[in-house]
């Protein structure tokens, strides 16, 4: 049989579109960028963002800024054909688990909202969507393994709704020793879309 | 892949470096190819340009 490159065979379906959060993250993320940056972007989906980064770095810099580079990830065998299209470098794995340091600006739009085990799916884009029962399950442990490929100095932003119980993730950085400041907020219909910065709180000890 | 994402990926189980092979190579980077962990050794694919570091255990479509 003949063998059909498997990057051009993919699911739209399965892969999580650009929507409002999307945009929302995306433009922060163009303003948080610094030259030299090494970024990480966490579950990439279609790479809309990963791409519009790359965008930024290849046209507003010339191509000068040889140091900086984007890196996306996704468990989704879909997105990650989806993002590599978009001329995302992409890596197929859960969270960090392949990944090693380090990175100095990290973005993630998680799967934050709350879902019962009677309203799983059952399929690739509910990695897109499906935060557990308290929407954090995904949240909570990257919350736990960011440290380990976050560059001294380095920043995370974090898409989060008010349906993901905004106080309850800031709480499970702030114990974990992170600083964590609202960069803003936009209401979509009845939720609050809220992207935070999340930082090493470098005097702690 | 290019070639130089290789310093920042590791054994998705044991945290272990990847030794590459590489089966194709075009402009863009590898295309085909396989990373393999040197400490538990287990390999890795890269497909399609994509390295698939998902633990080889579990079964994923």
Redesign the interface.
């Given at each position: 049989m003949k063998k059909i490159?498997?990057?051009v065979i993919f699911d739209p379906d399965q892969v999580y579109q650009p929507e409002t959060d999307t945009y929302l993250l995306l433009d922060v993320a163009l303003k948080e960028f610094r030259s030299g940056d090494r970024i990480l972007e966490i579950g990439t989906g279609s790479g809309y963002i990963a791409a519009g980064i790359m965008g930024l770095i290849q046209s507003q810099l010339e191509g000068n800024d040889e140091s900086s580079?984007v890196?996306g990830t996704d468990?989704n065998?879909h997105a990650?054909?989806c993002a590599?299209e978009k001329g995302v470098?992409?890596?197929?794995?859960?969270l960090f688990?392949?990944?090693?340091?380090s990175?100095d600006l990290i973005v993630f739009n998680p799967p934050y909202l709350p879902t019962l085990d009677e309203e799983k799916i059952d399929d690739w884009l509910e990695y897109a969507l499906d935060g557990g029962p308290d929407g954090r399950a995904v949240l909570s442990r990257f919350a736990k393994e960011v440290g380990m490929v976050l560059a001294p100095g380095g920043r995370v932003l974090l898409l989060i709704s008010s349906l993901t119980g905004e106080e309850a993730v800031i709480e499970n950085f702030t114990k974990l020793s992170y600083k964590v400041e609202i960069v803003t907020k936009r209401r979509v219909f009845d939720e609050e879309l809220i992207v935070l910065r999340i930082r090493k709180n470098e005097s702690f000890n | 892949m290019k070639r130089s994402l290789l310093d920042i990926l590791c054994c998705p189980v044991c945290k272990g470096d990847l030794a590459l092979d590489v089966l194709k190579e075009d402009e863009t980077g590898i295309i085909e190819g396989t990373l393999t962990c040197t400490r538990c050794s287990v390999a890795y694919p890269i497909s399609d340009g994509i390295p698939d570091l998902l633990p080889r255990t579990e079964s994923h479509h």
């Amino acid at each position: 049989m003949k063998k059909i490159p498997l990057s051009v065979i993919f699911d739209p379906d399965q892969v999580y579109q650009p929507e409002t959060d999307t945009y929302l993250l995306l433009d922060v993320a163009l303003k948080e960028f610094r030259s030299g940056d090494r970024i990480l972007e966490i579950g990439t989906g279609s790479g809309y963002i990963a791409a519009g980064i790359m965008g930024l770095i290849q046209s507003q810099l010339e191509g000068n800024d040889e140091s900086s580079f984007v890196v996306g990830t996704d468990i989704n065998p879909h997105a990650v054909r989806c993002a590599r299209e978009k001329g995302v470098e992409v890596v197929r794995t859960r969270l960090f688990d392949g990944l090693r340091g380090s990175f100095d600006l990290i973005v993630f739009n998680p799967p934050y909202l709350p879902t019962l085990d009677e309203e799983k799916i059952d399929d690739w884009l509910e990695y897109a969507l499906d935060g557990g029962p308290d929407g954090r399950a995904v949240l909570s442990r990257f919350a736990k393994e960011v440290g380990m490929v976050l560059a001294p100095g380095g920043r995370v932003l974090l898409l989060i709704s008010s349906l993901t119980g905004e106080e309850a993730v800031i709480e499970n950085f702030t114990k974990l020793s992170y600083k964590v400041e609202i960069v803003t907020k936009r209401r979509v219909f009845d939720e609050e879309l809220i992207v935070l910065r999340i930082r090493k709180n470098e005097s702690f000890n | 892949m290019k070639r130089s994402l290789l310093d920042i990926l590791c054994c998705p189980v044991c945290k272990g470096d990847l030794a590459l092979d590489v089966l194709k190579e075009d402009e863009t980077g590898i295309i085909e190819g396989t990373l393999t962990c040197t400490r538990c050794s287990v390999a890795y694919p890269i497909s399609d340009g994509i390295p698939d570091l998902l633990p080889r255990t579990e079964s994923h479509h």
